[in-house]
């Protein structure tokens, strides 16, 4: 199939059509505007503040007046709401991941990203099986990386069929490291919407979360950015990717909205829309939400004349609004963003983050560092290494987990839902994040991370010691034996 055929053929109507209500889509922006222009009330602010921390999502109406929330003592409580949020869902644990950049040729022509297709400043590439299978030996087995994100340019060159084949290269790798070996257990996937069978076809892979970021969820804006003669010029396909995900069997999902393109406080009523389309419809919120803001990419001057830029206060809101509106939802913040902004918004409850991040096409097996800069899809703000990051993220008493343990025995969709909104996820992930937080610490660490990981590790043991009694036994000749070179063990 030529390309152009390859692209009129993306679209099926029918697997839009068939989530329209009277033709229209969930996201009214009149009825966002008209919410927008609520004043908060003090009493009712607090009945929020009641309201998310038993882990309810909040209702349009109620994120709006955190939206517009002026008080500063309201939003210091706000802060220390956010942050009881996330111990009590999450506890103190951290998940890390690297992104795997795997091809940026792309159809589509979208103002804001180096890899649009009138870009003709950039060298593209794909990477082969082979190369692959090259940048996940690096991720796994020298940085220590058990989860990828694993990003594709929209093109007939990376459809699903690639995408499927890439994963089951990641999944292939092993290898031999310290104590241990080093391996990829999760492959989450950013892509380019999909159809129904398509997506089944990435569940029989093993895919992790199935991420789509719609960007904007302004329809006007959307427009604008994104050609009308281009695939991903269609507002609605984009929309509904995650319903078709969960028709495909793909339960886990992340939503996003790159923050910039409009004002944000849309934005962030867009995202929680939804969510709340989702939950009604499929008894499941989104795994994670993602809130990039935009940032520089080569030859892509759309960036600087944007006027919906967001400040670092109102990406503060951002996060807490979302925190506390979506409160069971995993809140991924990225290596895009420079460790100053990193280190004052993780505790208001981020629970993933990226590190050892580059995002240059071949470029974690250091084969192609000279072009690199050019093949970047914008620009890194916070280039610590995953050693680097585990310590700091130590040192402010978080424990990272590579814990993928829930997805593999069926704590996942609607399972693991009900889990984070009672809180008993936790227990589960508590030992795992401590086991895998061993193995790390064995297999990769530094000296001086070792020396301060083990600190922590002593504390998280005693906690499950008295919090945990039933299961302590199990769990100490589970450390044990990973001592002895045991991996992969889990609760
Ligand atoms: N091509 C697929 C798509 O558009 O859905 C997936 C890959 S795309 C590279 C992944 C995400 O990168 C996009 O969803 C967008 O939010 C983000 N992105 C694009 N340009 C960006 C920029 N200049 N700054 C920050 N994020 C950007
Ligand atoms: Fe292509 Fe995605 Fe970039 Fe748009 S954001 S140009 S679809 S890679």
């Given amino acids: 199939m030529g390309e152009k055929s390859w692209i009129q053929n993306r679209i099926k109507r029918r697997e839009i059509d068939r989530y329209l209500n009277g033709g229209r889509d969930f996201i009214n922006d009149e009825e966002i505007e008209a919410k927008l222009a609520v004043r908060p009330d003090k009493i009712k602010i607090r009945e929020i503040f009641d309201k998310a921390l038993h882990i309810e999502t909040l209702s349009p109406l109620e994120a709006a007046m955190l939206i517009n929330l002026k008080d500063r003592e309201l939003i210091e409580e706000m802060k220390e709401v956010a942050l009881k949020i996330k111990l009590l869902v999450y506890d103190n644990r951290i998940v890390t991941f690297a992104p795997l950049y795997l091809g940026d040729y792309c159809v589509n022509n979208c103002a804001y990203c180096g890899f649009r297709i009138e870009n003709k400043e950039i060298e593209r590439r794909i990477l082969k099986d082979e190369e692959i299978r090259e940048e996940t030996e690096v991720l796994a087995g020298k940085i220590g990386h058990k989860r990828l994100i694993v990003v594709y340019g929209e093109h ?66 959307y427009r604008e950015v994104h050609p009308e003669n281009t695939i991903k010029g269609d507002y609605q396909w984009r929309l509904y990717a995650m319903h078709r995900a969960f ?29 709340i389309e989702l939950e009604k419809r499929f008894g499941i919120g989104p795994h994670t939400v993602s809130f990039p803001r935009l940032e520089p990419a080569a030859n892509t001057p759309y960036i600087q004349n944007t006027k919906y830029k967001v400040s670092d206060e109102d990406f503060e809101r951002i996060i807490l609004v979302l925190r506390l509106a979506i409160p069971y939802t995993g809140m991924i913040l990225t290596a895009r963003e420079p460790r100053v902004i990193r280190d004052r918004v993780i505790p208001l409850g981020i629970t993933q983050t990226d590190a050892s991040t580059r995002i240059g096409i071949g470029s974690y097996s250091d084969r192609y560092t000279e072009q690199e800069l050019e093949r970047q899809q914008f620009q890194i703000g916070d280039p610590r290494s995953l050693d680097e990051l585990i310590r700091d993220l130590t040192g402010m008493g978080y424990i990272t987990s590579f814990c993928t343990a829930g997805y593999r025995c069926g704590r996942t969709g609607k399972c693991i839902m009900d889990l984070l909104r009672s809180g008993k996820e936790g227990n589960f992930c508590k030992l795992n994040a401590v086991l895998t937080f061993k193995e790390w610490l064995l297999d990769f660490a530094s000296p001086e991370t070792r020396r301060i990981g083990e600190e922590l590790l002593k504390k998280e043991q005693e906690e499950i010691k008295q919090k945990l009694p039933g299961i302590y036994d199990t769990f100490k000749d589970y450390i044990q034996r990973i001592e002895n070179g045991e991996r992969d063990l889990y609760f």
């Fill in 156 to 221: 007939p060159r990376t459809d699903v069929n690639y995408i499927a084949r890439s994963l089951e290269s990641i999944y292939s790798v092993k290898v031999k490291v310290r104590n241990g070996y080093g391996q990829i257990r999760r492959a989450n996937v950013n892509a380019a919407p999909m159809s129904i069978d398509e997506l089944k076809q990435l569940r029989d892979v093993g895919i992790g979360t199935f991420q789509v970021f719609q960007e904007t969820y302004h329809h006007k804006t």
């Fill in 247 to 275: 028709e495909a069997g793909v339960d886990d999902v992340g939503i996003g909205a790159l923050f910039g393109l409009y004002d944000w406080r849309f934005e962030v009523m867009g995202l929680l829309y939804h969510a």
